[in-house]
């Protein structure tokens, strides 16, 4: 089991910044072979923002938030983080960390389908 807390969100202007972080624990924690950020605005789809992969910290990104949003990790405190800077009015969403486990697996996925593990989700406002 994996349990997962999101925190950080809040409201902002546009061209405002926020630090989404998500907090990883459980028995097979080290398990998890890629870290997602997804978000889901109201009457729209699930959305994949960004992922990490633990082992050697690579970083991916949708073109929607890249350059300005940045996926770090805290290996120690077993922490994801979510750095979005230049926030616009369309990053107005819950935000939802996810995990992905498995043994001897490397890779990146986009697909929600693929974590098998959830945050409770925070909410980001955007205004303009």
């Known amino acids: 089991q994996v349990h997962l807390v999101e925190s950080g969100g809040g409201s902002v202007q546009a061209g405002g910044s926020l630090r989404l972080s998500c907090a990883a624990s459980g028995s097979t924690a080290s398990f998890i072979y890629c870290m997602g950020w997804f978000r889901q605005a109201p009457g729209k789809e699930r959305e994949w923002v960004a992922a990490l992969l633990p082992g050697d910290a690579s970083a991916y990104y949708a073109d929607s938030v890249k350059g300005r949003f940045t996926i770090s990790q805290d290996s120690a405190k077993n922490t994801v983080n979510l750095q979005m800077d230049s926030l616009k009015p369309e990053d107005t969403a819950m935000y939802y960390c996810?995990?992905?486990?498995?043994?001897?697996?490397?890779?990146?996925?986009?697909?929600?389908?693929?974590?098998?593990?959830w945050g409770q989700g925070t909410q980001v406002t955007v205004s303009s």
């Open positions: 996810a995990a992905a486990t498995g043994y001897g697996i490397s890779i990146v996925t986009m697909s929600a389908a693929e974590y098998n593990y």
